[in-house]
């Protein structure tokens, strides 16, 4: 049984008027000196196969968890269908996650196919100098939304504070969001090293001790350091859809995608601006100059913000998934061998 879900709006997160925002994210009263600047955009139609194979015999079960997702800086969703039934549930951090029953019995035909399509406009985004055009307002995150500490990014711990101190990173008076995160950006661009896996654990604190680390260690650390100074900001996890850049300076889709976590923080006067390090240590095609501030790698597709995920599964209770890239399934223990048949495929149409 399909499920269908349009419009979004009223799963996207509640916002608030700059007008109505605390001093720390009140926008300053001299004209914003940079701003972003749309160099793509796209309405694209994604379709996401998944496909198991249950073992022989029956009476095998699964849970399976989907984040549903959110509206962007630059992603819009406008539809999202799921070709099986479950029920729509938001977890304590505020993820709406879809979550579906299955189970298989004897008879029954072992191929499951799952299938999601989800439509929208997606963007791509390049900080520039000078006063933005007239536009829409900018509208600001809701109190605190995006400047909690976390399991993952525990921001307010010692080790990651005594790293702030060491590192001279903290926020100078009067310094706006965009040059303390083009700083941040800077060190972490100077002393990191790409690792994957990465040599700590995925959560801030571990992480910012050597900075040998992946895309998601980067993000973690990037927005953990933000949040410490009161800038809010938060981890993108999803896919990114490859572009490069034409001679006219818009930004075009090209064949491939690949599995990655960016993240952006909030200036007021000129949004959600983006941030990528780890694409510079990767090399990553698009722009000549490798410079991933305030632009972003290719097309991304977000499934969640942030991370920390606990589920109730058939084989544990309070299991703890940190991340969604694909669907977390979880079987009943006598079918753990189910794994190995897990295939999943995208396929991106433009629609425009």
């Known amino acids: ?31 914003p000196q940079q701003h972003l600047e749309i160099t793509g955009s796209h309405e694209l139609r994604l379709t996401y196969d998944f496909n198991i194979v249950w073992p022989r015999g029956g009476g095998y079960s699964a849970k399976l968890y989907l984040p549903i997702p959110p509206d962007t800086g ?6 999202f269908t799921s070709s099986l039934k479950g029920e729509i549930e938001i977890d304590p951090n505020g ?36 006063a933005p055009p007239p536009s829409d307002p900018i509208f600001l995150p809701t109190l605190d939304e995006f400047l909690v500490s976390t399991e993952s990014i525990n921001w307010d711990t010692d080790a990651f504070r005594t790293w702030l101190d060491s590192s001279g990173l903290r926020r100078a008076a009067n310094e706006s969001p965009v040059h303390y995160g083009a700083r941040v950006f800077a060190y972490l661009k100077a002393n990191g090293r790409y690792s994957y896996p990465p040599a700590t654990p995925w959560n801030a604190a571990a992480t910012c001790r050597n ?57 007021p006067q000129i949004g959600w601006i983006p941030e990528d390090v780890s694409s510079i240590f990767l090399k990553t095609p698009g722009y000549p100059d490798l410079n ?40 009943s223990a006598n079918a753990s061998d189910v794994y190995d048949s897990i295939s999943n495929h995208w396929t991106i149409e433009k629609l425009n």
């Open 1 to 31: 049984m399909a499920m269908t879900f349009s419009p979004f709006s009223h799963l996207g997160l509640s916002l608030i008027l700059a007008a109505t925002a605390p001093n720390d994210l009140a926008a300053q009263e001299a004209p």
């Open 74 to 79: 630059t992603q819009h969703i406008e539809h």
């Open 95 to 130: 993820h709406h996650l879809l979550i579906a029953n299955l189970h298989h019995d004897r008879g029954d035909e072992r191929h499951l196919h799952w299938t999601v399509q989800i439509t929208g406009l997606f963007q791509t985004r390049q900080l520039v100098n000078g």
């Open 211 to 267: 900075l040998k680390t992946d895309c998601g260690g980067f993000s973690l650390v990037f927005t953990a350091a933000c949040r410490a100074n009161k800038i809010p900001a938060r981890l993108l996890v999803g896919q990114w859809f490859k572009a490069r850049k034409l001679p006219t300076g818009s930004v075009e889709l090209t064949d491939g995608r690949q599995s990655h976590v960016i993240a952006e923080f909030f200036d």
């Open 292 to 331: 991933f501030f305030g632009r972003d790698p290719g097309y991304f597709f977000t499934w969640h913000f942030d991370t920390d995920f606990h589920f109730d599964t058939p084989q544990k209770p309070d299991a703890y998934v940190q991340w969604i890239q694909n669907p977390s399934l979880w079987f």
